[in-house]
């Protein structure tokens, strides 16, 4: 074997090589930056960007459910409010008389809302409720998810369970996931942020088997956004923020607890990677851009 003096030369190339890995490692951490911040919304609980064509446009805006209100009260006070994607607001009143509207998802020009203990469907063309489709034995229904073939799934967080809509029926379809709440359907994979874990449920399983993806967060997870290399974002709602890398790994993104701002039901936009977050008690949305 060569001999290599003096020995410092020897090992200073493999420290130079590593401490160059080490900083790329940490300056392609995922990190947040503020955009802007929307006041005066009405206890905001779930945002979900949406684009669409609109007179031979494309016209691109942010729905925000407000609960303006209690969150478990059917009380008719709530509503879902329009923003632009700057964070101007388009139409404060865009729907009204809803109860406790809390997750929103999009299937062929309708938006699909939880709220407390029925999912409400809306032609969004003309905002005009055209069904109200009541889940059994339900009682705090708080997100929604549609996959490839218009299958609505809804969480029910203080019941545990998990609820699909199809032709007109909501029924129970699967039970025993303790804190269930924020849901996302990826390709045939539903996705639910429970408790402290991130989990994931193959629909093309019968035994509806489920698969922990990550677990740790400090606080009870609320929503979930897949940001489309695998990776995931997942709030808290108590006022974390969390990126939840494809191998399990989170990293803390952001704490607002000390601002008494929430984290509730987060919005992304996958064009500009962008996050948008309702902040509940805090009645505000503030956004903020991904970096790597």
Not at 28 to 33: H, K, M
Not at 148 to 165: E, P
Not at 223 to 228: D, S
Not at 237 to 255: F, T
Request: include cysteine.
């Amino acid at each position: 074997m060569k001999a290599c003096f003096p020995l410092l030369l020897c090992i200073l190339p493999a420290l130079i090589t590593t401490t160059v890995l080490a900083e790329e490692a940490i300056s392609s951490q995922p990190e947040l930056e503020a955009l802007w911040h929307t006041k005066d919304l009405r206890v905001p609980e779930s945002v979900l960007w949406h684009q669409q064509q609109s007179n031979g446009k494309t016209d691109t805006l942010l729905f925000v459910s407000e609960i303006d209100g209690q969150g478990s009260a059917a009380d008719a006070v709530g509503g879902v409010a329009v923003l632009n994607t700057d964070g101007t607001i388009r139409n404060k009143d865009w729907l009204r008389g809803l109860n406790a509207p809390k997750g929103l998802a999009v299937f062929e020009s309708k938006l699909y809302i939880a709220d407390l203990t029925e999912v409400v469907i809306v032609d969004i063309a003309s905002a005009k409720v055209l069904q109200k489709i009541k889940a059994p034995d339900s009682v705090f229904l708080n997100d929604v998810t549609i996959d490839a073939k218009g299958g609505v799934y809804i969480s029910d967080t203080r019941k545990n369970r998990i609820y699909k809509l199809e032709q007109d029926k909501i029924s129970s379809w699967l039970e025993n996931v303790e804190a269930a709440n924020g849901l996302k359907v990826v390709a045939e994979q539903l996705y639910i942020a429970a408790g402290d874990k991130l989990l994931k449920v193959d629909l093309a399983d019968h035994n509806k088997s489920i698969t922990q993806v990550a677990v740790g967060f400090a606080e009870r997870a609320d929503g979930l956004e897949p940001v489309g290399n695998g990776d995931f974002i997942v709030s808290c709602w108590a006022g974390l923020v969390y990126y939840v890398s494809a191998d399990g790994r989170i990293k803390e993104l952001l704490d607002t607890k000390a601002l008494k701002l929430n984290t509730a039901d987060i919005g992304w936009d996958q064009t500009t990677n962008t996050l948008y977050i309702p902040t509940f008690l805090g009645t505000s949305v503030q956004a903020y851009k991904l970096s790597y």
